[in-house]
Structures are given as structure tokens and as C-alpha cells.
């Protein structure tokens, strides 16, 4: 009879990432309702929130942009003080995670990760503020991504702050967990778009094997994703909707787009790396440009916690890739 082994056993975490992510599982399980709801009014308090920072902090300022008042939507612009000595900086437009239904661009943990982005990578960052659900379902997160893009094409000249050398044309569309979903959906409208100058968090009804062996690894569980995406969605989708199975059968034929390159990058401790090597997969065969990056001993979001050694190496590994794609448009 073979033993039975559980993966989970050899997964070491510092003290403070493992008391920061008991804190976030308190705080998203003890305001989610039965009903797919969340208690506003309790999460707003659990969640630390910093404001923005014309004076520059760590060699990044930042600035709060409107972009439509009416739906309180906008994002946050990181800027690095190297921007000022540029000649060209690339421009990253960052989705934050959550499930679709937490956190926010002024959360203290993502406004650390794109300041971190801004410095290390040399990059103006705009950090969503999409809507969040059950408030607002699907597709509202895809449309507030899309009109920020068309925002940046059209009116990012008005910005106030807006360094200039700032290159649109070296555009870079990233997100983390359901971040990551709303990136790729929103990569491609851009493509159907025909922009003038711009040029994961996935599920389906099936269970995969990775999210089977992996429950009760950090941040992540079965009953937790299973609650956003049905916050997220409409009565009358399912989780084979092309919007939750980005690859799986009812998926969006992206082999006619002029898709962007796109690197998938994946922990070893992450419940959803199945989906997220699945994703990968599919962009091969439809064609497209895509690279796969592991981390064996990394955790769902682990870019989040600096103190994790695989934090720097995540830094070091988007850095050149961005590196590289800008070298490589710039022959063109």
C-alpha cells in the first residue's frame, strides 16, 4: 500500500507571512455571506488603505487619476523618479487581485507591490480601481480595465503628472489573481480595439488536480473561490463561462489576434497552478508568444510578501522580461 504524502508538509513560511495571511483569511471569511454579499462596512475597516504620494517615497511619487467620477473609477500612478532623466519608460497597467470582490488599489499591499514594480523595473505603473463585486458583476471589472486603457490611449497627455516620457507603445497589461483573469480579458479587447497607439485568477466547473492536493494552502482554498466566482458572476452563468475557463470549452477564439506576448508565472504551493499552466498551454497552441516562469516552493500571491526569497527573484524575472519585449519593439 503506497503512503500517502501531503505536499503541504514541506512548505516553511516566515512568522510574519504566515500571521499576515491568517489575517487576510480572517478578515475575507469573516465578512462574506451565505447569500455571495460582503459586509462593506467590516471589510473597509480590515482593510488598511494608504493615500497617495506626490512626494517621492523610496524614489516613486504617486497620484490618484479620475477617470469616471460617476462610478467612482480611477487608478493610482506610480511614477519613478528615474522617469524625470528618460528618455523612454514603459508603461504597466496593473489589476490587483482579490477574487474579484476585495481590496483595492489603495490597499497598503498592493500600493507596496506597484511602488516595487515602478522602482525596480523603471516603469510608470496605473493601478486599477475597477468596481467590485457582488456590487458589480461581470462584466463591469472588464469594462472599468478596458476604459482605463482607452483613457491612457486618448486623454493621457491631460494627466496631471504625467511624466513624458512615459511610452505608451512599450504598454505592459499585468494583474495578480483575479487580477490575472481581468488582464488577459481586457488584452483582448485591446486587440479587437485597434488602439491608436497602446499596442492568473481562472476556474471552470471541473476541480483540478492541483486545487485537490493543495486545500488548505495559504490564501487560497476551495470554498473561498468557489464563493467569488459566484459573487462575480450573473444568475444563469456557470464556472465553464469563457470569463471563469479562460482555455476550457466555451473559450474566446483568440487565434486571429494579434495577442501580446505574455509571461505566465506560477508557484509550486499555489492550489490554482494547474489552471494557470493550462492557460499557458493554450496560448501555445492558439499560436501565441507566451513563457512559463515556477516557482516549486512558492504560494499563491508570494510576490505580495517581500520577505519571501522568491519575492526578489519574481522582480528580477518580470524585469527582464520587460526588459527584453521593450528591446525587441524598439528594432522594429
Request: hydrophobic share 40%; charged share 25%.
Amino acid at each position: 500500500m503506497a503512503a500517502y504524502s501531503d505536499p503541504l508538509q514541506s512548505l516553511s513560511l516566515p512568522f510574519k507571512t504566515r500571521i499576515q495571511i491568517a489575517l487576510l483569511n480572517l478578515a475575507t471569511d469573516a465578512v462574506r455571506r451565505n447569500d455571495f454579499t460582503v459586509n462593506r462596512r467590516v471589510m473597509n475597516l480590515l482593510d488598511r488603505r494608504v493615500p497617495a504620494n506626490p512626494k517621492p517615497y523610496r524614489g516613486v511619487a504617486t497620484h490618484d487619476v479620475t477617470v469616471d467620477p460617476d462610478r467612482h473609477l480611477w487608478f493610482r500612478l506610480f511614477v519613478p523618479s528615474t522617469a524625470a532623466t528618460s528618455t523612454t519608460t514603459p508603461v504597466i497597467v496593473f489589476f490587483h487581485g482579490g477574487g474579484f470582490a476585495f481590496l483595492s488599489a489603495a490597499s497598503q499591499a498592493y500600493d507596496a507591490v506597484c511602488r516595487r514594480f515602478a522602482r525596480r523595473l523603471n516603469a510608470v505603473v496605473c493601478s486599477v480601481e475597477y468596481r467590485l463585486a457582488p456590487e458589480h458583476k461581470f462584466p463591469a471589472q472588464y469594462d472599468d480595465g478596458f476604459d482605463v486603457l482607452t483613457f491612457l490611449n486618448d486623454c493621457r497627455r491631460e494627466i496631471p503628472n504625467w511624466p513624458e516620457s512615459a511610452d505608451v507603445t512599450k504598454c505592459f497589461i499585468a494583474g495578480d489573481s483575479a487580477g490575472g483573469n481581468i488582464a488577459h480579458h481586457i488584452a483582448v479587447r485591446t486587440c479587437r480595439s485597434g488602439f491608436s497607439d497602446l499596442k492568473p485568477f481562472f476556474g471552470g466547473k471541473e476541480r483540478a488536480k492541483s486545487e485537490i492536493e493543495l486545500e488548505g494552502a495559504p490564501i487560497v482554498s476551495l470554498g473561498r473561490t468557489e464563493w467569488m466566482w459566484q459573487a462575480f458572476l450573473p444568475k444563469g452563468l456557470d464556472m465553464d463561462h469563457w470569463a471563469v475557463n479562460v482555455c476550457g470549452p466555451n473559450a474566446e477564439d483568440i487565434s486571429g489576434l494579434d495577442f501580446p506576448a505574455t509571461v505566465v508565472l506560477v508557484g509550486g504551493f499555489d492550489p490554482l497552478q494547474d489552471w494557470q499552466r493550462r492557460y499557458y498551454e493554450w496560448l501555445k497552441r492558439a499560436g501565441k508568444a507566451a513563457e512559463l516562469v515556477e516557482y516549486p516552493t512558492a504560494i499563491h500571491a508570494f510576490y505580495v510578501f517581500p520577505e519571501l526569497p522568491e519575492t526578489t527573484h519574481f522582480f528580477a524575472d518580470v524585469k527582464e522580461f520587460v526588459q527584453r519585449r521593450c528591446s525587441k519593439a524598439g528594432k522594429k
